[in-house]
């Protein structure tokens, strides 16, 4: 029961930082230092990242209207026909910006972690975006935002926003989302579509990185261990419903500055602690 409660506690850490700008690696990482299951090392590395899945399902479920690119009420089908083309088109540009980032992970995902999975990594990322973040949005203010409708984005944009979630795939600490936000923020994409985007473009991945991660440890769990990782996947979802819809309500009225700040600070911390 109590390796239950502690994968409930990371599955609700996991389904508030996922999706903030803030970086779940960290947050995972100073969690572990004081709460930890008595778990084998391959599947704590498995565990941290297929709760993601509940995550994603709660994006699945929110943007639904936005990702299911069939209609399949009459009138709609008649008006537009079977087919979603704006929905088929913001599907394409999320598996363009996410080729780089998967070719990255499925070849060198060992590697990386080996030489980057470490506590100074992830404290000068967080201060480094942190710091992005507050530069960038000084850098917007009173500019008008190029993009303010997904169906605006270009194969560029989606290029651009790809790059920087590489830079996420390959030095933990960035943040998926803050990567994708702070590209997206750079050239000129409004704060609501860079969310919306880039929840978008964590299905695909997230979907991918549990894959190889349950195949990479098989599927040979104990009842204690699929017990763990239901609890720590269903938190994860419950709570990134929630995450999620606060998020989308805060930045139609305010900026990326806040979470800039905490993202410095938490390096800080990051630094102290561990140095």
């Known amino acids: 029961?109590?390796?239950?409660?502690?994968?409930?506690?990371?599955?609700?850490?996991?389904?508030?930082?996922?999706?903030?700008?803030?970086?779940?690696?960290?947050?995972?990482?100073?969690?572990?230092?004081?709460?930890?299951?008595?778990?084998s090392p391959a599947f704590w590395e498995m565990f941290l990242v297929v709760i993601q899945l509940g995550a994603i399902i709660a994006?699945?479920?929110?943007?639904?209207?936005?990702?299911?690119?069939?209609?399949?009420?009459?009138?709609?089908?008649?008006?537009?026909?079977?087919?979603?083309?704006?929905?088929?088109?913001?599907?394409?540009?999320?598996l363009i910006a996410c080729v780089p980032a998967a070719i990255v992970g499925v070849l060198f995902d060992d590697t990386l972690d080996e030489l980057f999975y470490?506590?100074?990594?992830?404290?000068?990322?967080?201060?480094?975006?942190?710091?992005?973040?507050?530069?960038?949005?000084?850098?917007n203010t009173g500019k008008k935002p190029?993009?303010?409708?997904?169906?605006?984005?270009?194969v560029r944009d989606a290029l651009i926003i790809g790059a920087f979630q590489l830079i996420a795939a390959v030095f933990p600490g960035t943040s998926r989302s803050g990567a994708t936000i702070v590209g997206a923020l750079l050239i000129g994409i409004a704060r609501t579509v860079a969310a919306e985007f880039t929840f978008i473009l964590a299905i695909p991945?997230?979907?991918g990185a549990s894959l190889l991660k349950i195949l990479k440890f098989g599927f040979s769990f104990t009842g204690a261990e699929a017990l763990i990782l239901l609890a720590g996947t269903v938190s994860a979802f419950l709570v990134s419903l929630l995450v999620i819809g606060a998020l989308m309500r805060f930045i139609r009225?305010?900026?990326f500055k806040i979470f800039g700040y905490y993202r410095i600070v938490l390096g800080i911390v990051v630094i102290l602690y561990f140095g």
Do not use: C
């Not at 409930?8 to 930082?17: A, C, D, P, Q």
């Not at 943007?63 to 009138?75: E, Q």
């Not at 507050?134 to 850098?139: C, D, K, P, S, T």
């Not at 190029?146 to 270009?154: F, N, P």
């Open 253 to 255: 009225t305010h900026d």
């Open 205 to 207: 991945v997230m979907f």
């Open 146 to 154: 190029r993009v303010k409708k997904l169906s605006q984005l270009t």
């Open 59 to 94: 994006v699945v479920i929110l943007f639904w209207n936005k990702i299911f690119p069939f209609n399949l009420s009459g009138p709609a089908r008649q008006k537009e026909g079977v087919l979603k083309t704006k929905t088929l088109r913001m599907w394409g540009l999320a």
């Open 1 to 39: 029961m109590t390796a239950v409660l502690i994968a409930l506690l990371f599955g609700i850490v996991e389904g508030i930082t996922e999706w903030l700008p803030v970086s779940s690696t960290g947050h995972m990482i100073l969690l572990n230092e004081f709460v930890s299951m008595d778990v």
């Open 118 to 139: 470490h506590w100074y990594v992830v404290a000068a990322a967080l201060i480094v975006f942190g710091i992005a973040f507050l530069v960038i949005e000084h850098w």
